[in-house]
């Protein structure tokens, strides 16, 4: 089996004597891209902070391609990691030309081979033939591109980019996670990501972690994450799961909005939107409380008999108003039950 580009084993971080990281485990393979996804403050920052080698690990350890670099005895240095590094002040180098800036760390390359190496990175970020331009005449989408340009300059063994598009606007952000990941993948990148936005980790990620205060809930691709979340937290945080109460019954499960086959284990009905039909029967009178015209449907939020709401998204072709009662149904072919 070949040896992770990284790999953390029960890594603990603490800022004083309060651990904000603890017993974090995961690999990423060579030329895969992770993602560290969770709510503000949940610690996928210090994470990326403790891997770059600014942060001291408290315990377990930090390995690059096989070698320890951090461990409770202490790190190789930042510098010494052979990392890109992209965090979330991206300041480029005012007076330095966008060849001066993307060259700045390559070493051992001079002459025709540096410029070829800036060319190359350029083009990369689609702003080839730029290198004359100073940071100041970019836009800050484009200056982004710069950043990461410097930052794949070096061929890093490793990239770690903290909340890439945090400053750009949501429409722009799904776009440009997907022209990332194709950057990195046409460049063969290994990169760790940090983001707080579930659609942005989607569209870019091979390998999802998702935190929770300062623990890992849960790491795998995007369809086992949506399909099998591990817990409560993560069926809610990711694709808007509502969650329903069960009562075991023969061959299935009954439910406030109806029985369903299957088997499992846990005490919760994991519903997708997609998965609450809406229309003139059903099990349950619903109320629609809250709607939202999202382009190819509209997503419901109602409110069931015992207080419990869920989501629903219907086409837009038949609407629903605010407040009216209505039938939901349940449309599960294979329940997934979460525990807690
Ligand atoms: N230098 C520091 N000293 C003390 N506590 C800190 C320090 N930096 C962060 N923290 C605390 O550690 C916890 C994790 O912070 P961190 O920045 O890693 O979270 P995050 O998930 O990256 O959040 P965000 O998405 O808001 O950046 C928070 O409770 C934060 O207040």
Known sequence: MSVARLRLDSVSVAYGDKAVVRDVSFSVADGDIACL?????????????????????????????????????????????????????????????????????????????????????????????????YPHELSGGQQQRVALARAIAPKPSLLLIDEPFSNLDTALREHLAHELRQILKAGGVTAVLVTHDQQEAFAM???????????????????????????????EFIGQGSLLPVTREEGGFSTELGRCTGAGQGRWLLLRPNQVGLGGSGEAEAVVEHKVFRGLDILYTLRLPSGQSVLSAAPNDVQYAVGQRLYASLRVREPVLVEE
């Not at 690059?64 to 409770?72: P, T």
């Not at 760390?105 to 730029?130: K, Y």
């Not at 929770?212 to 399909?227: E, I, P, T």
């Open 37 to 133: 996804l969770g709510p503000s403050g949940c610690g996928k920052t210090t994470l990326l902070r403790a891997i770059a080698g600014f942060e001291p690990v408290v315990a377990g350890s930090i390995a690059l391609s096989g070698a320890v670099v951090s461990n409770a005895q202490g790190g190789l240095p930042p510098e010494r990691r052979q990392l890109g590094i992209v965090f979330q002040d991206y300041a480029l180098f005012p007076h330095l030309d966008l060849a001066g800036n993307v060259g700045y760390g390559v070493r051992g390359l001079d002459g025709q081979a540096l410029r070829r190496r800036i060319a190359e990175c350029l083009e990369l970020v689609g702003l080839a033939g730029l290198e004359g331009r």
């Open 205 to 235: 990620a091979d390998a999802i972690g998702v935190m929770d205060q300062g623990v890992m809930l849960q790491w795998g691709d995007a369809d086992a994450l949506y399909h099998h979340p591990a817990n409560r937290f993560v069926a």
